[in-house]
């Protein structure tokens, strides 16, 4: 409650702070909205976060561990990256840069994957060297994915608030309790800025808050859902992330395709196509978003109070569905050209 209030007032200021620093996303051709607005709405979910770990502390003592610190202090530099680059548009490869030495810093402080378990005789697999690669390029992996998938109102901010909820209640089933009380927040700030980012926007995310709520998501999933499980648990935060995780595995095929940077921008996301589909009615397509994640999340909750030959079980009924859904899917809908 105390992170959706406190980011509720911070909204105000973080508007004004756009108007004075030009951080302010304008209509042009690949872009949707009608009337120039404001960006550094990640600033705001950011505040709301740290006001809610503070009020947190005071009633249920130091929750501030060593890993939380470390997390804190990345969404810091996150925060800065992205402000960086709603304010001077920063090129794609300085960012990528910015996002490989945040995802280097925190994964070298030591939240990382350290080994996973085999799911039946929970032997321990060790890792090694490829702890921190993994690790690092989940941390890039989820930061990009939320990032591409905000092009509509609300629509990032939605499936980042679903997907954390999901990892918090994924996080109190296996005793993950540590990140608990980040998470909790984390859905009460993204909560609260949707207030003001659901269709019609007056603020959008921005680089500031997509980045933010990637990093968030990829660290809160390895240090809880992640760190120490078994192998089959890999599937869950993928399960948790499927809509925004194969949005941007078609864009990059596309943009191979059509021969273009993989990362500069066009209009042939998942959100794009459905909304010509649906009459360009924003809500419509954003309400089936939330809904395909929500169902996709409820999956990853029961994926993990499975386990034994019952978690590969309920993984290969997943997969099925999902296969014979986009099988009808692949009927409607065309693959679009970049433009």
Known sequence: MAALLVTLA????????????????????????????????????????????????????????????????????TVALGFAD????????????????????????????????HPLSLQVIELGVFSKILSVFWILVVMNIINLIDGLDGLAGGIALISAFALFIISLLTNQLHVVFLLIALCGATAGFLRFNFHPAS??????????????????????VLKSATVIALGIPLLSLLIPLTDTALAIIRRLKNRVNI??????????????????????????????????NLAAVLLSVTSGIYSYLWFLVIIAVLLSAALRLKKRILWPESK
């Open 203 to 224: 603020i959008f995310l921005g680089d500031t808050g997509s980045l933010l709520l990637g990093y968030l998501l990829a660290v809160c999933s390895i240090t809880g």
């Open 10 to 77: 911070a909204v105000w200021p973080v508007k004004k702070l756009a108007a004075c620093s030009n951080a302010i996303d304008r209509p042009g051709q690949r872009k949707i909205h009608a009337h120039p607005t404001p960006k550094l709405g990640g600033l705001a979910i950011f505040i709301g976060i740290i006001a809610a770990l503070g009020v947190s502390r005071i009633f249920y003592g130091n929750i501030f561990s060593r890993e939380i610190i470390v997390i804190l202090s990345g969404g810091l530099l």
């Open 263 to 296: 990362f500069l921008p066009d209009r042939g996301h998942l959100h794009h196509i459905l909304l010509n589909y649906y009459k360009d009615s924003q809500r419509e397509v954003v309400l089936l978003l939330y809904s395909a994640s929500a169902v996709l």
């Open 86 to 117: 709603d304010v001077y548009s920063l090129p794609w490869s300085v960012k990528l840069l910015g996002q490989i030495i945040i995802a280097v810093v925190v994964v070298s402080c030591g939240l990382e994957i350290n080994y996973l378990k």
